[in-house]
Nanobody
Framework: QVQLGESGGGLVQAGGSLRLSCRASGRTFSRYTMAWFRQAPGKEREFVTAITWSENTYYADSVKGRFTISRDNGKNMVYLQMNSLKPEDTGVYYC???????????????WGQGTQVTVSS
């Protein structure tokens, strides 16, 4: 099992940047595919980005070129660097984990409590 905890959310103006962090427990962190999802008010939770244990990365079209996911297996950390933020990026951002390198958006088993990101226009 793995437990996840996000930090780094806040209020930022459009065009600004934020860096989210996710700390994971567990000794097999490096074997997990890690991801970020977000949920805007009144909308369903949506996939943002994922990184496999071998550091292959995947992005939703809406964030390509603006967001960067990375991981530090030695520290059990995952990061989300968000640049050129837009008001539509506003939402609660969740860190998620799925065991293995073959992953599916629908099969993330472990979730953090979320961190709020608000982008003002």
């Amino acid at each position: 099992q793995v437990q996840l905890g996000e930090s780094g959310g806040g209020l930022v103006q459009a065009g600004g940047s934020l860096r989210l962090s996710c700390r994971a427990s567990g000794r097999t962190f490096s074997r997990y595919t890690m991801a970020w999802f977000r949920q805007a008010p009144g909308k369903e939770r949506e996939f943002v980005t994922a990184i496999t244990w071998s550091e292959n990365t995947y992005y939703a079209d809406s964030v390509k070129g603006r967001f960067t996911i990375s991981r530090d297996n030695g520290k059990n950390m995952v990061y989300l660097q968000m640049n050129s933020l837009k008001p539509e990026d506003t939402g609660v951002y969740y860190c998620a984990a799925q065991y293995g390198s073959t992953w599916s958006v629908s099969r993330f088993d472990y979730w953090g409590q979320g961190t709020q990101v608000t982008v003002s226009s």
